[in-house]
């Protein structure tokens, strides 16, 4: 694992829940199920080649909205599997808008099933 600048630590508690993501960086575009999500970021895997420090571009499918909301993100760690054509990223969310927390928040301590 890759650690980005700083102490690792948890401002925000984390959520095992399944949550649909699509997840846009330098790597292109990857859609999947993220897991251990927080309203400071979360995690997600596929075929991913992004670095720390990339900035990238989620859509998450919330519970009850119509449509994806579009979040901004920041890769703050990066596991790569054996082979190097997959990871496992963590993505920090960037200004996150404050009605969307909420939203977030009502969400994960609903416990959406996993």
Known sequence: MTLGPGKPFRKHKRHEV????????????????AGNVSLGGLRISG?????????????????????PVRVCGEVVWVERDKDAKAATVGVRFVDLDPNLSVMLGHVLRSGLPT
């Open 18 to 33: 399944a949550l649909r993501v699509r997840y846009a960086g330098a790597s292109g575009r990857v859609a999947g199920i």
């Open 47 to 67: 075929p991913i080649s992004d670095t720390v420090g990339d900035h990238v571009e989620l859509s998450l499918a919330l519970p009850h909205l119509p449509e």
